[in-house]
Each structure stands twice: as C-alpha cells, then as structure tokens.
C-alpha cells in the first residue's frame, strides 16, 4: 500500500511554480521544507525538506517519485554549491524513498533507521502484492521492478546519530510508531524537526504498519519535548506542537470507538466510521483512508495486526 498525498498549506509562501510537484517554504535559518503540491501534474507524494550548514547540505527525504526529486535538488542548487552530503530517509515507505538514486548519484550518503535498508524492497513489494490481492490482480511487472530499483540506504544507525556540516549539528533520532524504523531529524539551534509520517497535519494518517500505543506515546514524546519548534510532517502543511496533539487525538479516538465496538459485538466500520466522520470528516482523505484505519485498529486490539518485523 503506498501512502497517500496530502494537500500542501495554501498559506505557505510558495517559492515554485505553480505546476511544480512542492512548495518550497523557509522553515528557519536555511532550512526549507518542501511541502507537495496537489495542484501539479505529478505531486510529489510527500513532503521533504534540506538543511544547509557550514560546509554541507542534508536532505531529508526524497519523494514518490525520481522525477520530483531532481526538482529538489534544483532548487538546492539555486541556493548553495556546497556539496549534498547526507539523504536522510525517515522511514522505507515508497512515498519518501523514490528519490534516493537523485541524491546517491549527486555524491549523497543516504541514511536511515537501521530496519529501513531491508524493509525499502521487502516491505514495499509485500504491501503492493496485499493491495493488489485484495483486488484480485497483480503488481504490475514494471511497478515491481521500480521497487526492487530503489537506492536503500548505505548508511544505518540504531537509536541516534547526530551530523555535522561545519558548525550546525542534525540530530537523527529513531521513535516508534508509524513504522518501526522512523526517524525524526532535529535542527537544536532553529527548533525545526522533521518528523515524517509519525505527524500528518489534518491528515489521515496511515496505519498499514502502525503500532498506535507506540506512536501516541511518541506524540507525548513529542508534545513535552519539542513544544516550541516548527515540525515538517510528512504530509499535509508546516505544523506545530497544536498539530501534535490533534493526530494524538485522533488516534485516541480511533483507539476509543473500535474499542466501543467490540465491547458491543457491533460491525466496526459501522459503528466507527460516522463516530470519527464527526470530529475528523474535514481532514484530507478522510473519506479514502479512515475505514482502513478502523479495521487496523480492530486488528491491532486483536492482536493480529501484522507490523513489520525488526530487523537482528
């Protein structure tokens, strides 16, 4: 299953083209995220963003798509000659990795939570052939051969590692939740955080690999620790610790009406689905994804909900 692409924030001070497949906004002192834009051709599935330090530039994620991240590495370039050193992949869904080879091949390290090097192929190829399934039909011969294509990452670490381009130091830490291999990319002296798909601004977000009791106590993680910084989330507009709490309330929720409906041996999405719709039914893709989230959280109060596997 390949996540899916959120609407980038009007308000942000587009810096792009209209038809481009992100906006491009500052975040802080030479730090930029670039936020998809639904409004081009081909979006570019989800958000990323690069840091430039003294003596070097690092890119945290790399799009759905090559093509979008040939853009990003433009845009880059209109802004600094300094080398791109690092390409951080937040975690392996398809949507944030596409791009890896752009940046490798511009003399990258790209860099993930150790899980993702395996997970980039195994687990993008194990969701496609699920959805495909479920539709009684196939992954597509040249869909397949785009994922075993994908650049993964040379570089791992475990719970942290920290960066430096000269004088400005990255913080890259692993926190649990969306998938079992996220990263987080802090920048201490700005307040800005990366966060990837472990925050979605007025989004629904997507719980195919997710463990909610992890990725709530993350969010907690999040609220007490990083309360004054600007996020980039990883889908949908620059967000704030606001943005924080209303995903952590949307997976309480969630959490609280399937439960409602097991205890009362009613249909889950039935029962669910118009509960959330009150509260959520103006997020993006609600329409699209929140049934899915409702049989997710049934089967992880079950306790047979499949998540990836950490790798020994």
């Known amino acids: 299953m390949v996540v899916a692409s ?57 799009f759905a798509h090559a093509e979008a991240a040939t853009q990003l590495l433009g845009e880059i370039r209109k802004r600094t000659t300094l080398p791109v050193r690092w390409a951080i992949d937040t975690h392996h869904h398809l949507d944030h990795v596409a791009g890896n080879g752009v940046f490798a091949a511009a003399g990258a390290s790209v860099l993930a939570q150790r899980n993702v090097r395996q997970w980039i192929h195994s687990e993008n190829l194990r969701a496609m052939e699920a959805g495909a399934a479920a539709t009684h039909d196939v992954v597509p011969p040249e869909v397949r051969a785009r994922v075993e294509a994908l650049v993964p990452p040379t ?26 291999g996220d990263s987080v990319v802090l920048i201490p002296d700005a307040h800005v955080v990366f966060t990837g798909d472990l925050l979605w601004r007025h989004n629904v977000p997507n719980l195919v690999d997710a463990s909610t009791t992890a990725w709530m106590a993350t969010l907690d993680e999040f609220t007490a620790r990083y309360r004054s910084y600007t996020f980039v989330p990883g889908h949908g507009a620059v967000a704030n610790v606001r943005d924080v709490a209303a995903l952590r309330d949307y997976l309480t929720t969630l959490r609280h009406v399937v439960s409602q409906a097991r205890a009362r041996r009613r249909p889950v999405v039935e029962f669910a689905v118009p509960r959330l719709r009150q509260r ?30 950490a790798i020994r």
């Not at 587009?14 to 995220?33: E, R, S, Y």
Request: contains cysteine.
């Open 6 to 62: 959120c609407v980038a924030a009007t308000a942000l001070r587009a810096q792009t083209k209209p038809d481009a497949p992100f906006v491009l906004a500052p975040v802080g002192p030479n730090i930029w995220a670039a936020i998809e834009n639904p409004k081009a051709a081909a979006p570019s599935g989800a958000n990323a963003g690069f840091i430039v330090g003294d003596d070097g530039v690092i890119v945290v994620d790399t």
């Open 155 to 180: 570089v791992e670490y475990d719970r942290g590692v920290d960066l430096r381009v000269g004088s400005r130091v990255v913080q890259v830490r692993s926190f649990p939740g969306h998938t079992g």
């Open 280 to 309: 959520f039914g103006r997020w993006d893709y609600f329409e699209d994804v929140a049934k899915e989230n409702v049989l997710d959280m049934d089967a992880e109060l079950a306790g047979t909900k499949r998540v990836p596997g």
